[in-house]
Structure formats: C-alpha cells, structure tokens
C-alpha cells in the first residue's frame, strides 16, 4: 500500500498574482510593440521616408547649399536683417501709409469727379500720399532723389533683382534698410509679396517717428556699407564634417603630445 499510494503531496501555494495586479497602475498598461513580420506594425514617425514634392526639397537643399558654399558678401549681406525692435517700429509707420483700397480709391475718384463737374479747385481732393512700390518705380525714385527711405526685402527669390539697390542706394545717399519677409511688405501694399517699398512723402506729425527711423537704419546700413561688402558668408560644415574635423585634430593633438613627452 506504501508503494502505490506513495508520499502525499505538499500543499502547492498559490502565486499572489492579484496582489500584483493591484500594485500596477492602470493609466499606464503595458503595451509591448511587436516588430514581427507578419503583425500590424506600430505607428511611427516616416518623415524621413515621405516623397516631399519638389517645392520643399528645393527650398530644404537651397539652404543647405547656402550653408555649406562660399556666398559673396554682396548675396551675404541680405542675411542681415533689422533687428525686431526696429522692425516693429518701421513696420508701425509703413502702415500709417499703406495704400488704399478699391472701394477708397473708387470713392475718393468719384469725389473728384463731382468736384471738378462743380467747378471746385482739385487742391481739396488731391492724391493722399502713400508708400510707393514696385521695382522699376522704386528705382527711378532712388536715381532722382525722391525717396526719403528704401526697404528691401531679405527673401526676394531671384536675389539678382535687388543685389544692386544697396549700392545704389549708398550712392545716391538714401537711408536704406534689409527686413525679412517680402510677405511682410506685401501686407503693407495689399499685394501678396513686394520686393521693395519706398517712402517720399510724410505727414508732419510722423516726420519725429521718421527721422529716428531713418537714424536706426543709417547707423545698420549706409554707415555699415564698407564693412559688410567685405564678409562672405557660408563655408560651415554639416554635423558629421564638423564632428571628424574634430576627431583628426584631437588625434593630432595626441601625436604632438607622444612627439614633445
């Protein structure tokens, strides 16, 4: 009877798996990712692997070949923009003139109009003054000394459009100024996008405001002309370059230290 019923068994102790259960938080479930083929593969982040369209990728590689080449002081200097202080001050005056719209100058043509039909004088009803825009009317503007300040956006694409209105501007000695964003001057004009503006003409109780402006823009830019045509720009590295031009100059570090110990 001993060898068939054998030794009885010890009691087997039950694992506490529910006090386990109530030390994990339930807000943060465990949910492991299986990167198995043949299961739903998780969520991540391809941005790496998107076919971005053709805008993009230009847009990304112009940068990076700014970066990387030699840029000629005279394409470089547009990298230096008004600082936001000034900017917000000049952009503040710019809007006091921005120019009118369609319903305005309908309106105001139309007031003309019957005032001539009357017989009135046109001094009452003349032409309010406003920023003046576009390239070509900008530049004969600056060439006949009309313009009291000159403002040129940073990102004018091609740059060969505006390369040259700096040195003219010095030439002719009119304050001139560099800002990011031609959307920005755009707004002002009720364009999309302006490569320059130009201001001629002032009320008299902006000319305070105008001439600090003015005194800002001189002391960044007209005085600045000689300095700035003489800085390139660009000819810095990408992370990887940067990081083994450091490893070889420490390793030649380390050989000069061996050579002179």
């Given at each position: 009877g001993f060898l068939c019923g054998g030794m009885p068994k010890a009691p087997v102790k039950k694992k506490a798996t529910t006090a386990a259960r109530a030390a994990t938080n339930p807000l943060f479930e465990k949910a492991p990712k299986n990167f198995g083929i043949g299961n739903i593969q998780p969520k991540r982040d391809l941005?790496?692997?998107?076919r971005w369209p053709f805008y993009v990728r230009f847009q990304r590689q112009k940068k990076i070949l700014t970066t990387r080449l030699k840029v000629p002081p005279s394409i470089n200097q547009f990298t230096k923009t008004l600082d936001k202080a000034s900017a917000l001050s000049l952009f503040r005056l710019l809007d006091k003139y921005?120019?009118?719209?369609r319903k305005a100058k309908r309106n105001r043509l139309a007031t003309m109009a019957q005032n001539k039909a009357a017989g009135a004088k046109d001094d009452a009803s003349k032409k309010p003054t406003y920023v003046k825009f576009g390239l070509n009317h900008v530049t004969s503007l600056i060439e006949s000394k009309k313009a009291t300040l000159v403002v040129i956006a940073s990102d004018v694409d091609p740059i060969e459009?505006?390369?040259?209105?700096?040195?003219?501007?010095?030439?002719?000695?009119?304050p001139y100024c560099i800002v990011k964003g031609k959307a920005a001057l755009g707004k002002v004009c009720r364009k999309k996008s302006a490569s320059?503006?130009?201001?001629?003409?002032?009320?008299?109780e902006d000319r305070g405001e105008l001439s600090k402006v003015v005194e800002t823009v001189k002391a960044n830019f007209n005085d600045r002309f000689d300095e700035t045509r003489k800085q390139w720009g660009g000819g810095v590295n990408g992370i990887k370059s940067q990081h083994v031009m450091a490893a070889r100059a420490r390793a030649i570090a380390k050989e000069e230290a061996k050579r002179q110990g």
């Open positions: 941005g790496r692997f998107v921005r120019t009118e719209d459009l505006v390369v040259w209105l700096p040195a003219l501007c010095r030439k002719m000695e009119i320059v503006l130009a201001l001629t003409n002032t009320r008299p």
